[in-house]
T-cell receptor, first 112, second 112 residues
Framework: DTGVSQDPRHKITKRGQNVTFRCDPISEHNRLYWYRQTLGQGPEFLTY????????KSRLLSDRFSAERPKGSFSTLEIQRTEQGDSAMYLC??????????FGPGTRLTVL | RKEVEQDPGPFNVPEGATVAFNCTYS??????FFWYRQDCRKEPKLLMSVYSSGNEDGRFTAQLNRASQYISLLIRDSKLSDSATYLCVVPDSGGSNYKLTFGKGTLLTVNP
């Protein structure tokens, strides 16, 4: 399968713990995006990378959130000191420049 | 006006019916628009792009009215497999398509 992959698919954690998610984009896609989706809502933009450079961060991305794409390939999204309000589906997408964004299957986070 | 607003739904239609979804957007500078389809607990997938007045692909027709900032999606001869949530999507920036703003989605159930 050469689509966008995400790991883990599900994560249950206790409030206050740190979690890290990984996204592997489609090979040779230079742009990578993170979105968050809660029940009954459409995905909301969090941040995006062009190659290794993080070019925009949404105000939704508090100081507890950090994203990296160190070599311009895979990306990680870390949430520190998780809160119950962080429970959501975290979706990664990739594209070749401004072309169609292809989404991965998402990581479903539950914070107890 | 909200950034992207869709018919709240849900829509329940019999097989073979024609159904239309409406979407309004607030960013008058947007040049292109998308309809994504999202199955339950799956990732969004691109259904159609709309760059000019409209686009047709088989049973699906998307129309754009720039003056009214309105997009529609028409599904003819609906199939059971069309059951999904349909997301209206507007890129935040005119040409680069990097930041997608999603509507809440409209849930469609096609019944036998």
């Amino acid at each position: 399968d050469t689509g966008v992959s995400q790991d883990p698919r599900h994560k249950i954690t206790k409030r206050g713990q740190n979690v890290t998610f990984r996204c592997d984009p489609i090979s040779e896609h230079n742009r990578l995006y993170w979105y968050r989706q809660t029940l009954g809502q459409g995905p909301e933009f969090l941040t995006y990378f062009q190659n290794e450079a993080q070019l925009e961060k949404s105000r939704l991305l508090s100081d507890r959130f950090s994203a990296e794409r160190p070599k311009g390939s895979f990306s990680t999204l870390e949430i520190q000191r998780t809160e119950q309000g962080d429970s959501a589906m975290y979706l990664c997408a990739s594209s070749l420049s401004g072309d169609t964004q292809y989404f991965g299957p998402g990581t479903r986070l539950t914070v107890l | 006006r909200k950034e992207v607003e869709q018919d709240p739904g849900p829509f329940n239609v019999p097989e073979g019916a024609t159904v239309a979804f409406n979407c309004t957007y607030s960013n008058s500078a947007s040049q292109s628009f998308f309809w994504y389809r999202q199955d339950c607990r799956k990732e969004p997938k691109l259904l159609m792009s709309v760059y000019s007045s409209g686009n047709e692909d088989g049973r699906f027709t998307a129309q754009l009215n720039r003056a009214s900032q309105y997009i529609s999606l028409l599904i003819r001869d609906s199939k059971l497999s069309d059951s999904a949530t349909y997301l209206c999507v507007v890129p935040d920036s005119g040409g680069s398509n990097y930041k997608l703003t999603f509507g809440k989605g409209t849930l469609l159930t096609v019944n036998p």
